[in-house]
């Protein structure tokens, strides 16, 4: 009986330290700037004499071209209480070059952006309308996570999913139906195709 009165005690305190959790990660963000195969035919169509071989040609060379990117680096502390995402961004000032954060905080699948108040963000939630997700039945590793792969419904946007980590790891990607952490997203708009990936993981002591 002494041993299950001190066993009970150690298994709730396990369980407390698991679900305070808190968690720095790292995510490589890159965007890719393009655009449409489509609007650059019409473009070229209208307003230039190029020859076809030619706009094929700057096609191939779009898809294929780095200069077109670029890439940052978001730092996210996860908790289950808040998750904190910040981008560093860079400006010139003269000869100085300024580093700033731009923040926003993750709560309860919710984006507040931030906002002078005695929180620093928004008492209002990100508007825009939630995504709704769907399986690919495919699977990918990041760091050596199994991850699902998801996406919307309006095909802009694929979430990968852990179930080994906590849901609030997450760099700002809103999951609506799925649960778990978010390892990685990416998100195609008309003009940019943005991808971000964890690449460093680590547990607050």
Not at 76 to 88: C, F, L, M, N, P
């Amino acid at each position: 009986m002494r041993k299950l009165t001190l066993f009970f005690p150690l298994v709730l305190f396990a369980i407390y330290c698991n679900a305070q959790q808190k968690y720095r990660c790292a995510f490589r963000e890159t965007t890719i700037s393009v655009i449409p195969d489509s609007l650059f035919r019409f473009l070229a169509a209208k307003g230039t004499n190029l020859s076809p071989s030619a706009v094929e040609k700057f096609l191939e060379q779009q898809r294929t071209d780095l200069a077109s990117s670029w890439s940052n680096l978001k730092l996210v502390r996860a908790g289950e209480d808040q998750t904190i995402v910040s981008t560093r961004i860079y400006s010139k000032s003269g000869r100085d070059t300024i580093e700033t954060l731009d923040s926003f905080l993750y709560k309860k699948d919710e984006i507040f952006y931030s906002a002078s108040s005695s929180s620093g963000f928004s008492d209002k939630p990100w508007d825009h309308p939630k995504k709704v997700f769907k399986s690919t039945d495919k699977k990918i590793s990041i760091l050596d996570y199994q991850c699902d792969e998801y996406i919307s419904t309006d095909s802009t946007c694929y979430i990968w999913i852990s179930t080994e980590l906590p849901g609030y790891i997450n760099p700002g990607a809103r999951t609506n139906n799925v649960k778990g952490a978010v390892l990685g997203f990416r998100l195609i708009r008309q003009m940019t195709d943005m991808k971000s990936i964890l690449v460093k993981l680590e547990k607050e002591l």
